[in-house]
């Protein structure tokens, strides 16, 4: 099959004829229709948790057999053994036995089937288009926001990052109730998000007070962490989304000193981000700025890379 496919040294390289892994049991193949490029995806090639296969983690596809057979899916990312303790208590996104597909020992969904464990699998309704179910993946983890947060006594939000996961997480605290300023270095980016209701500001005209109730880091950069801080009131809350493959080393005082509440926030509700989508509350389609066939991956990846580009799809197949 074709595949997109990080090799060690972080080269991503286009195959017309890969031989994938066999399937695991439970495993249904899913025949990839659309997919993503996110951040997660250009920083596994800058070496990020060392991973070595076909990248791809945000995809809609054709269930090819199982309960859903011929029918549209997508797929929670962590495969998870439902075995151990952690997963007994029902947090299998952290079983310490997971794969994660696109991303730990399992490869993804840049080639024309992937394989998925049939619970993992959420159907796609007839109003959701192919383009916009690609971001069912990104969106539920901006769900992850309010899904761990009580956002009732948020008086003040503060989104940091004007791309691809800063946007959803500002529209979704935006739907919510939150009064959000979303902050970024680009204009054109910031946009999206003011015509969608929401404030917005230039990272050099935001003024630095310590006044924001939660702050948001949806940077992709280890400085975002500090920005934050400075933005944060006393007893405020910090949820990191970022991850990258550069080391981070923001001095911490302020969170002792301010007794700052830090929450990590990954994947989230993929029910969430469906109905959302469905009933038209999230709006998707104005951060597709490129698309290229399977083919072109690697000028895809390229082109996820540069400032101009929010979301880059990859149209897999019809």
């Known amino acids: 099959m074709r595949a997109l496919i990080l090799e060690a040294g972080g080269q991503v390289r286009y195959a017309a004829e890969h031989t994938g892994r066999d399937p695991r049991p439970s495993e249904i193949p899913i025949r990839v229709l659309r997919a993503g490029v996110c951040e997660t995806d250009l920083q596994l090639a800058r070496g990020y948790m060392g991973f070595q296969g076909i990248l791809g983690h945000e995809f809609v596809g054709i269930a090819e057999s199982g309960k859903f057979a011929g029918r ?16 007994r208590q029902g947090l299998s996104n952290h079983c310490p036995n997971r794969s994660v597909i696109g991303i730990l020992d399992h490869d993804g969904a840049f080639a024309d089937r992937v394989f998925v464990p049939e619970r993992n699998l959420h159907l796609i309704p007839d109003s959701v288009s192919d383009d916009e179910a690609v971001f069912i993946e990104p969106l539920a983890a901006a769900f992850q926001i309010p899904a761990q947060l009580d956002l009732k006594p948020v008086r003040s939000a503060v989104v940091l990052g004007d791309g691809r996961l800063g946007n ?32 917005t500001c230039l990272l050099d005209a ?13 940077t992709g950069s280890s400085g975002g962490v500090e920005t934050a801080l400075r933005l944060l009131r006393p007893r405020g809350t910090l949820v990191l989304k970022t991850t990258t493959a550069a080391p981070h080393g923001p001095n911490l005082a302020a969170v002792v ?4 509440t830090v929450v990590g926030s990954r994947c989230g509700p993929f029910d969430k981000a469906i109905e959302a989508l469905a009933d038209r509350d999230i709006d998707v389609r104005p951060l597709i700025t490129a698309r290229f066939p399977l083919e072109e991956g690697e000028e895809a990846m390229r082109a996820a890379a540069r400032p101009e580009n929010l979301k880059v799809l990859l149209q897999v197949s019809n």
Do not use: F, M
Not at 73 to 84: D, P
Not at 206 to 218: F, G, Q, S, T, Y
């Open 72 to 87: 549209r899916v997508a797929g929670e990312i962590n495969c998870s053994c439902h075995r151990c303790d952690l997963c």
């Open 168 to 199: 959803l997480c500002a529209q979704v605290l935006h739907r919510a109730g939150c009064r959000v300023t979303a902050v970024g270095k680009h204009e054109w980016k910031l946009q999206r998000l003011a015509d969608a209701g929401v404030d």
């Open 206 to 218: 935001l003024p630095i007070k310590r006044e924001a109730d939660l702050v948001v880091d949806c």
């Open 257 to 260: 000193i301010d007794e700052i």
